[in-house]
């Protein structure tokens, strides 16, 4: 049990690894943006 815990973990760390932004490469446009869309998310989105 503990060995299928460890392995659920470090999966979830390494996916988690695999969909990071690096938002050091956007534009201030781009961050503007994206600001702007988490701001104006509605609660169903």
């Known amino acids: ?16 690894a695999a969909w990071a932004v690096d938002y050091s490469t956007m534009s201030n ?3 503007s943006a994206q600001r702007g869309a988490l701001y104006n998310a509605t609660q169903e989105e």
């Open 1 to 16: 049990m503990k060995k299928t815990l460890l392995v659920l973990c470090c999966l979830a760390m390494t996916s988690g």
């Open 29 to 31: 446009d781009q961050l």
